[in-house]
């Protein structure tokens, strides 16, 4: 056993009410080929798989009631990308090539075999890169969860004093512990919650800004998603409306679902998990039944 997988033990055993929510969901780690310890969790059974990537610095255990509640019909999986969740710090590299590669090896870890893909946040971005650089011909559907997708006007942007932030140790900490009660509009289950602030706070400040650095015009994701010849559900806020409003107007009527969460936060899957697990349930569906991705 080596040392990461010992403090994972340790972890499993101080945050035992944390992680074991229900028996279904099980804790698996491999190791990436740059030797990175990645985490994941695994709900359900059968050849068709709902694969979650969650957000910035957000874990895996954010998709509880996804895994919960999806995996009677599917098989469900949700990854904690690297330096996230319950996956190992690492000073490697996070840059994008790196975090879809990550991906990439996860689906050939994990041997899945035709699946949707599900994007909350930035991982909304990783998902349409992953796609444009690796072209997955198992892919049956992507599920595109409060991000932009380069339609439209370009969102507001960060405030400039963010690097400054990150890199004050009291600031940093200030902000995740807002950040993460800020992703909701109702009170989370704190089994939930607790999970996303231990994330947030455990990324160090360069990870931090690293992660939100991505090097692609608006229009990368834009161009990526229109040649995606594959069901898309955007499930978002309506302050993304003039984008789902573009997608409905460009892609077939077969190729595009959109699900709009009046009352939810950002983690709307999570203020509404039953009005999501619903969604998801009926888009994937449709989606199986679809042919191959062909772009």
């Known amino acids: 056993m080596n040392r990461f997988q010992q403090l994972l033990g340790i972890l499993g055993l101080v945050l035992c ?18 030797g990175v310890r990645l985490h994941y969790l695994e709900a359900g059974t059968g050849p068709q798989t709902i694969v979650f990537i969650p957000g910035w610095l957000m874990p895996a255990a954010v998709f509880e009631q996804q895994l919960i509640g999806l995996s009677k019909q599917y098989r469900v999986l949700a990854l904690d990308p690297r330096s996230q969740g319950l996956s190992e710090l690492t000073k490697l590299s996070h840059a994008p090539t790196r975090r879809i590669k990550d991906m990439d090896e996860f689906i050939k870890f994990a041997k899945i075999k035709e ?113 995606q010849k594959i069901p898309v559900l955007f499930a978002v806020r309506p302050w993304l409306k003039e984008q789902a409003d573009a997608l409905e107007r460009k892609r077939a009527p077969e190729l595009i679902t959109i699900a709009m969460f009046e009352q939810a936060g950002h983690a709307l899957f999570v203020d509404e998990p039953e009005t999501f697990n619903q969604a998801v349930l009926s888009f994937s569906k449709r989606a199986f039944a679809q042919p191959r991705n062909n772009p």
């Open 17 to 34: 009410p944390f992680l074991l929510w229900a028996a279904p969901v099980q804790h698996h780690t491999f190791k990436t080929s740059d």
């Open 115 to 227: 699946y949707i893909l599900a994007g909350w946040s930035l991982a909304v971005l990783e998902s349409l890169d992953y796609v444009a650089n690796y072209a997955p011909k198992d892919l049956r559907g992507l599920i595109l969860i409060d991000n932009s997708v380069g339609e439209g006007r370009p969102p507001a942007g960060r405030k400039s004093n963010f690097q400054q932030t990150m890199n004050d140790p009291k600031k940093r900490e200030q902000y995740m512990r807002t950040f993460s009660q800020d992703i909701y509009r109702q009170t989370p289950p704190p089994l939930i919650a607790q999970a996303v602030l231990d994330s947030a706070l455990r990324a160090p400040a360069n990870v931090a800004i690293q992660l939100l650095n991505q090097p692609y015009p608006r229009e990368y994701w834009r161009e990526t998603l229109e040649k």
